[in-house]
């Protein structure tokens, strides 16, 4: 089959180099894609959150599936446009994209199906966010409503950091809905599972490095890089997060009328009660994406069919022994201003490293250069027996790449090392 994967970051290029491996693919088109996507697919220039151009590709085009890679498609509908128009998709519906597309609603959703989640109050004004937080005191979390690519997120140490983030909010969108949620304590960890309506696979987990600067300094950002399995996500509390969170999730969208089809990424603190909801995003993760499809035993294509399909009761999926890990470059200054356009040299002997897979994420090429677009910029990733082996190798491949004006975290999994 013509498979259409929409989007351009490091996540899409993972699936694209993972997709393009299925027996069952004939060709795979990516939009807009980017330079490493080209090596294992056409990129073609599409409006990504435009349904009805999408549709028309895929009938001139003879696309039989289409992978929506982002989250912002799912939650302005264009999965429900591409089934309206008779052709399978992977990726949620917009109604079941609330999930990740409010926090609001995700809170709801914890009320009614009693899944475990910090303590909240939501609000669409200033001064009463900032009094319930005067009143709860710190740490607090302060989250913006809607999507702001993994960084509408302030973990507020005082009440003044808390309250100039609601400041912040509000001046850059006035009446937006703010939820101020209590600070949980644990280990954070990222699950993965196939969701088609009630029946849940487990996937995989990972943990995810948010701040921008060793030592989780810094604001957060959408990951600076990740690496599977996390230690934190035993075989007991694997069975617990399942019983205790997914499945009563994908019940409660049933039970609404929005089902859940596609894959639903479970972020969750480990705390001392157990597994504690943090969010859901109702997409890959990016980084997390990267490392699952290196661990990856199985046809992806096959896997994402079969949810689509209503076939995953009769869907196992199986995974790698080993470690994988991805260690993101980023533009210098992000999260915040950043430059665009410094040559990148040296990629080519990186990714002949042992046990290195490199993917790209804000590139453009440039006649022979290749150049940075983007914040997060490249995707340095490896397999190894150990996670420290995987650490050595991946980093080992940073140090071959030849880019000052990038910069990376570099105690990526210092931690699961410490813990292993």
């Known amino acids: 089959m013509n498979v259409l994967l929409l989007g351009s970051g490091g996540r899409e290029h993972a699936l694209a180099f993972a997709l393009a491996k299925s027996p069952l693919l004939d060709t795979l088109f990516i939009a807009p894609g980017n330079p490493g996507t080209a090596e294992f697919g056409d990129n073609v220039v599409l409006d990504i959150m435009d349904g009805a151009a999408i549709a028309a590709f895929c009938k001139v085009m003879g696309v039989g599936f289409v992978v929506i890679g982002p989250e912002a498609p799912l939650v302005v509908g264009v999965a429900d446009q591409l089934a309206a128009a008779g052709i399978k998709v992977f990726g949620p519906s917009q109604a079941a994209s609330q999930l990740e597309g409010s926090k609001t609603f995700t809170k709801m959703i914890c009320d009614r199906a009693h899944v475990p989640t910090a303590r909240y109050r939501s609000f669409t004004e200033a001064g009463a966010a900032k009094a319930y937080v005067a009143t709860e005191g710190a740490p607090i979390v302060v989250k913006y409503d809607g999507l702001m690519a993994g960084k509408g997120v302030t973990v507020a140490e005082t009440v003044a950091e808390a309250q ?183 990629l080519e002997a990186a990714a002949r490293l042992p046990g290195v897979t490199i993917f790209q994420a804000g590139t453009r090429q440039e006649g022979e250069r290749l150049l940075s677009q983007g914040g997060r910029v490249l995707n340095i990733s490896a397999v190894g027996a150990t996670v420290a082996e995987a650490r050595a190798r991946a980093y080992a491949a940073v140090d071959a790449i030849d880019w000052p004006g990038g910069f990376c975290r570099r105690d990526i999994a210092l931690r699961g090392m410490a813990g292993a």
Not at 311 to 333: I, P, Q, Y
Request: glycine letters at 10%; aromatic letters at 6%.
């Open 164 to 346: 100039a983030a609601i400041d912040a909010l509000y001046a850059s969108e006035p009446g937006a809905r703010v939820v101020i949620e209590q600070c949980l304590i644990g280990e954070e960890a990222s699950f993965f599972c196939l969701v088609d309506g009630e029946t849940v696979l487990a996937l995989a987990s990972a943990q995810d490095h948010k701040r921008a600067f060793d030592g989780d300094t810094g604001p957060n950002t959408g990951g600076m890089g990740a690496y599977s399995p996390a230690p934190v996500m035993t075989e007991a509390m694997e069975a617990r997060a399942l019983a205790e969170i997914v499945r009563p999730t994908a019940r409660a969208m049933v039970e609404l009328g929005h089902p859940y089809r596609g894959v639903l990424f479970v972020g969750l603190m480990i705390t001392a009660e157990g597994p504690k909801l943090i969010e859901y995003n109702c997409r890959f993760g990016d980084p997390e994406c990267q490392v699952l499809v290196l661990r990856l035993k199985d046809d992806l294509l096959t896997l994402l069919l079969a949810t689509v399909e209503g076939e995953l009761a009769h869907t196992g999926v199986r995974w790698k022994d080993e470690v994988a890990l991805s260690v993101v470059m980023a533009a210098n200054g992000y999260p915040g201003d950043y430059a665009r356009g410094s040559e990148i040299k040296g």
